[in-house]
């Protein structure tokens, strides 16, 4: 049987995908960044609740930001591959801060997919340096999610936009100096590309008291009267933002799975480390067949929750996962992924209840899973009206 060793050094679990040597050379880089420069910090960014800038400025040292942006505008031009090893390592060192995916994998491809040539040319470098940090402001206070909900309004004024609102639940909102803020226009919903530094009338609310994730800085954005030139338009074009926000859901989805399924494995992995060398009664953990019947079922969900993400980034990659498909990877990992994560805590017993052990921190910073990137209740929803 695999330990926690082996999960971390790549072996395991096998997998179907392309992985190249420069994926693997990326994925060890990443996972001594994590190791070395994160873990040893990260109870010092759970109090302060969030990652010092400088940690952001190293990353994009280190090649970690922007690893999709092409080359062309500072990045590493490197594939949906890169960030999954990303995520997959950052999950694995058990360390949430700096959020990296939701510059990488939320922020930078708007910007990339949907930017015109300019925003494109001064957004994309800056954010592969760190000198942008990113973050996405869509969800408002009362909207329970529907993007259709927001009140955060931009008219027209003098060639400029000016905005007014209130954005909550915005990951990375205390640190990010680029913002995605979408808002009501007169064409309907668009999305802007707001740079934060010195902006007249833009204030952050206090950081957010978190259950987990406590280092992943979380505030409130307020828009008071924010003027914003034409060119701030995400794209050029109002009345684009729900397609926008739709659109690229199925990669947020798809990556919330990469995590989930992650977090599942190295809850296992911990688990058997742990139930191996625990002794009740004479007798380790382990040897107890209650124990290894829950391993075996947590051990096999977790390998048939591998094969569905793996097929959803080959779909992915090809241009063919539709929506529904990342719907159902997104619900059905994070729901496995938590009730997994519980009955692993559950083998520790008391010393699961610890924050010293890792499962302690996996449960609780996992458990948001189920509700951020559309709540499963709403996910399933969608699922079942597109039958």
């Avoid at 926690?4 to 990326?26: N, V």
């Avoid at 491809?109 to 949907?114: A, D, S």
């Avoid at 742990?274 to 977790?302: M, P």
């Avoid at 779909?315 to 159902?328: I, K, P, T």
Wanted: hydrophobic share 40%; aromatic share 8%.
């Amino acid at each position: 049987m695999n330990t926690a060793a082996d999960l971390r050094s790549g072996t395991w679990p096998a997998t179907s995908l392309p992985y190249g040597e420069d994926h693997q050379i990326f994925r060890d880089s990443a996972r001594r960044f994590f190791e070395t420069e994160c873990v040893p910090h990260r109870e010092a960014w759970d109090d302060a609740g969030m990652a010092p800038r400088e940690i952001w400025k190293r990353a994009g040292d280190l090649g970690f930001l922007g690893p999709r942006i092409g080359e062309a505008f500072g990045g590493s031009g490197g594939d949906l591959l890169h960030g999954v090893a990303a995520v997959e390592e950052q999950v694995r060192a058990g360390v949430i801060a700096p959020l990296l995916w939701v510059h990488n994998d939320i922020v930078a491809p708007y910007v990339v997919q949907y930017g015109t040539p300019e925003q494109k040319l001064a957004i994309l470098p800056k954010m592969a340096c760190g000198e942008l940090v990113g973050a996405a402001a869509l969800a408002e206070p009362g909207t329970d999610g529907d993007p259709l909900a927001i009140r955060t309004q931009a008219r027209c004024e003098s060639g400029d936009y000016v905005i007014s609102g209130r954005k909550t639940f915005v990951a990375n909102g205390a640190t990010a100096d680029l913002v995605v803020v979408s808002a009501r226009t007169a064409s309907g919903i668009s999305l802007f590309v707001v740079p934060t530094e010195g902006l007249a009338g833009f204030s952050r609310g206090p950081l957010l008291d978190k259950l987990g994730q406590r280092s992943a800085d979380t505030a409130d954005l307020l828009f008071d009267e924010v003027r914003l030139p034409v060119a701030s338009l995400l794209g050029g074009q109002e009345g684009q933002g729900l397609t926008q926000v739709n659109e690229r859901l199925v990669e947020e989805q798809l990556m919330m799975g990469v995590g989930a399924v992650a977090l599942m494995e190295a809850a296992i992995e911990h688990t058997v480390v742990y139930t191996r060398e625990r002794k009740a009664f004479g007798h380790r953990i382990i040897d107890f067949q209650n124990s290894r019947f829950r391993l075996a079922e947590a051990r096999t969900e977790a390998a048939v929750c591998r094969v569905f993400l793996e097929r959803c980034i080959t779909r992915f990659m090809q241009g063919r996962l539709g929506f529904s498909e990342a719907a159902m990877l997104k619900w059905w990992s994070t729901e496995k992924q938590c009730q997994i994560v519980d009955q692993c805590l559950q083998l520790h017993g008391g010393y699961g209840y610890m924050l010293e052990f890792p499962i302690s921190r996996m449960w609780l910073d996992g458990r948001g899973a189920r509700i951020w990137g559309g709540a499963n209740e709403i996910t399933k929803d969608t699922i079942g009206r597109a039958l």
